[in-house]
């Protein structure tokens, strides 16, 4: 049973920076893509950025410039570097293999950008 597990959020000013991380247990990703999505309240689950196995990156417009995705193929973990957050960068954010089926979702991890 794959299990993520999703740490690093909290409360930051608008300006800060965050760094999230999704820990993968019970399969290797290093040959597949994973992506870290975030829902705000009352709104859909929205895809921020990927990493492939090849670590090319992609990202949303909203957020290109300001996130990094990473990720440590060893330690099984991907990374989601946040600057320059925003108020609209709120939100429970999550990690997932970009394939389906898709693993069980984690629990996420909420950010919140307030002054």
């Known amino acids: 049973q794959v299990q993520l597990v999703e740490s690093g959020g909290g409360l930051v000013q608008p300006g800060g920076s965050l760094r999230l991380s999704c820990a993968v247990s019970?399969?290797?990703?290093?040959?597949?893509?994973m992506d870290w999505y975030r829902q705000a309240p009352g709104k859909q689950r929205e895809l921020v950025a990927s990493i492939t196995r090849s670590s090319i990156t992609n990202y949303a417009d909203s957020v290109k410039g300001r996130f990094t995705i990473s990720k440590d193929n060893a330690k099984n973990t991907v990374f989601l570097q946040m600057d320059s957050l925003k108020p609209e960068d709120t939100g429970v954010y999550y990690c997932?293999?970009?394939?389906?089926?898709?693993?069980?979702w984690g629990q996420g991890t909420q950010v919140t950008v307030s002054s």
């Open positions: 019970g399969s290797s990703f290093s040959i597949i893509t």
């Open positions: 997932n293999k970009r394939s389906l089926p898709k693993w069980p």
